[in-house]
């Protein structure tokens, strides 16, 4: 009965959502672009959208708009997201979240490859759920494009899939265009019309995206993004007395756009791809995606803010018309307690992530790993592919903090082919990663860090003078300009290795795109091979984040 527990849930309640506290944003740190929020009853979701990771689509719980918690993942099963051979932040792209007789929905695309030579485009799909918890196979819609999203008229109850799309095969202009659909069978059973090309010059750049479209009153709105993911993006509204148009632009646009105060200025950027939502007690506010400049890059990526929405001449408001900045609150951010994994239990915490749509099984937690900790099953892959390594990974959440793997206990064996590490990991193209692997040069074991940036590779390797090691603790310490990586032996202190300045976290070779963040990984690889059939088990016993202040100011100076 729990689609009854949920309606039940939309029925208005008295329930004051009054803020009481300042907001801290970004809300949801370390990489979590595209939110969509969704609130039922006194509960608030957000998803948003996970690229090349699996599982796919993170959706976060909280009831009082501060404290966000992981609660599921829409995307768990290979029919539902396949990730085969998919470059860094291509992927499960911008989901949307709606609520359509009684169930709830989830909107997305798979974005499969960029290679333009293969001419594969993104396909819209939806997924269902009565708990947002577990979620059915897709339905895959009919029209192509990005940022799909499903909004039924209260009024007439039809169901119409918004989604940008390009005018036509040839000029490809990208606009918002619009179709009733069919919610079984994902064809359009409306004309696919073209319904709000934005408030920018239409040229190839304008981008308007990611629609978001709800009622208030007499009113149909329709809220977009547009200018791109990065220094022009904003968030733009329209609105209606129909769901179908015509949509007319709010005199006071963009909602949002902190690069009309110089884009090398504040340190928020790109501030765009909203949702708008109302509490229980009639307050409004709207989360969306900036960046944190750090010196001009951002390496956690496009984190999830939040604002609050006031009404004038119903068109809203976007945080009185003022830029967001960090430190609006009084108090500075409470610092968050460490991150302590020893993988005790039968299932590896939600927080961690693999790369790619799993082909077997990676590693084993818990009372099957003798609970001595994660252990890792390497296989031929390594960071360097577009393919699924044995490795986990988490995001960076602070700008401000040091990541610690300890290392299983290595009883020798282990070749210079085999390695066995942590990475602070972007991509295929570009991670930084120190481990341990068999020295290269003479016998023993030798600890290694291989910085990989922008099409150059450097390796260095230190020699142990061991044959077998115990107690072994990776480091990586990540301030905002600057990462180390380190290990250290027993109870020795850290001996830092490398460091490499964190625009690498942020940053891609030619051609190619940073939609993702920063991730710390643990991984081991055969490097090409198999792994040796009497090389050694190897994994961690225990991974550890601690957290410090991140003052990082309102300006990027
Ligand atoms: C958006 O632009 C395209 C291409 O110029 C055009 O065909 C379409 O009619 C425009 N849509 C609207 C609603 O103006
Ligand atoms: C930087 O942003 C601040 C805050 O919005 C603004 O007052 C200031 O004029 C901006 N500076 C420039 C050079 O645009
Ligand atoms: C800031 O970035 C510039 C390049 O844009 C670089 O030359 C400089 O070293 C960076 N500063 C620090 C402290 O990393
Ligand atoms: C990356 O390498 C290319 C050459 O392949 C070079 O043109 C570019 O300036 C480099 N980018 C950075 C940020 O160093
Ligand atoms: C291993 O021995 C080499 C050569 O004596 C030395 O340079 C190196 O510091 C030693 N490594 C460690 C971890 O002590
Ligand atoms: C090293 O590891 C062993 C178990 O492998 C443990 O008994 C010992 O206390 C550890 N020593 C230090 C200094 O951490």
Not at 245 to 271: D, M, R
């Amino acid at each position: 009965m729990k689609i009854l527990h949920y309606l039940a849930a939309f029925l208005p309640v008295a329930w004051c959502a009054g803020l009481g506290h300042a907001i801290h944003n970004p809300i949801i740190p370390g990489w979590n672009p595209d939110p969509a929020v969704l609130r039922v009853g006194n509960e608030y979701f957000i998803a948003t959208s996970s690229m090349e990771y699996w599982p796919g689509i993170p959706i976060y719980r909280s009831t009082d708009l501060e404290k966000w918690e992981l609660y599921s993942h829409a995307l768990t099963r290979p029919e539902q997201l396949q990730l085969y051979g998919t470059p860094t932040s291509a992927g499960a792209w911008a989901p949307s979240m709606s609520f359509i007789n009684g169930k709830f929905y989830i909107t997305a695309v798979t974005r499969w490859t960029y290679d333009p030579v293969a001419k594969v485009w993104p396909r819209a799909f939806w997924i269902s759920s009565t708990d947002l918890k577990h979620w059915s196979d897709p339905i895959w819609g009919d029209p192509w494009g990005i940022d799909p999203e499903l909004f039924q008229d209260p009024e007439s109850k039809n169901v119409y899939l918004n989604i940008m799309a390009p005018n036509n095969n040839v000029d490809r202009l990208w606009g918002i265009s619009q179709c009733q659909v069919n919610l079984v069978s994902g064809r359009c059973i409306g004309q696919y019309r073209s319904i709000w090309n934005g408030t920018l010059p239409h040229t190839s750049d304008a981008r308007p995206e990611g629609p978001k479209m709800f009622k208030r009153g007499r009113w149909y709105y329709l809220l977009i993004a547009e200018g791109g993911t990065d220094e022009l993006h904003r968030a733009s509204i329209a609105r209606s007395s129909t769901a179908e148009g015509p949509w007319e632009a709010n005199p006071n646009n963009p909602l949002i756009y902190n690069g009309a105060y110089g884009f090398k200025n504040l340190t928020v950027q790109s501030t765009g791809h909203a949702t708008m939502f109302e509490t229980g007690d009639g307050d409004w506010y709207a989360v969306f995606l900036a960046r944190r400049n750090i010196n001009g890059t951002s390496p956690l990526g496009r984190e999830t803010f939040l604002c609050s929405v006031e009404w004038e001449d119903d068109w809203p408001v976007f945080n009185n018309g003022q830029p967001i900045l960090l430190n609006d609150a009084s108090e500075p951010k409470p610092i968050p307690s460490p991150f302590v994994d020893t993988f005790g239990k039968s299932k590896l915490d939600p927080s961690w992530y693999t790369l790619r749509t799993p082909y077997s099984k990676m590693y084993t937690v818990g009372r099957r790993a003798g609970s001595k900790g994660l252990i890792l099953h390497p296989n031929v892959f390594s960071l360097s592919e577009r393919d699924v390594p044995a490795a986990v990974l988490r995001k960076q959440t602070s700008l401000n903090m040091k990541f610690s793997a300890m290392l299983l206990p290595v009883k020798g064996g282990l070749g210079s082919r085999q390695t066995v590490g942590i990475s602070a990991y972007l991509s295929e193209l570009q991670h930084q990663d120190i481990g341990l692997a068999g020295c290269a040069e003479q016998r023993g074991l030798c600890v290694y860090t291989t910085l990989i940036n922008n099409g150059t590779s450097k390796h260095a390797e230190y020699p142990l003078n061991m044959t077998k090691v115990n107690n072994l603790t990776f480091d990586i310490r990540a301030e905002p300009l600057e990462y180390r990586l380190g290990y250290s032996l027993g109870k020795t202190g850290t001996r830092w290795l490398a460091s490499f300045p964190s625009s690498w976290m942020a940053t891609a070779p030619p051609n190619w795109f940073v939609f993702d963040g920063a991730m710390f990984g643990l991984f081991a690889s055969g490097n090409g091979e198999p792994w040796p059939v009497d090389g050694p088990q190897v994994g961690f016993g225990r991974v550890e984040e601690v957290y410090f202040q991140e003052d990082i100011p309102d300006y990027d100076v």
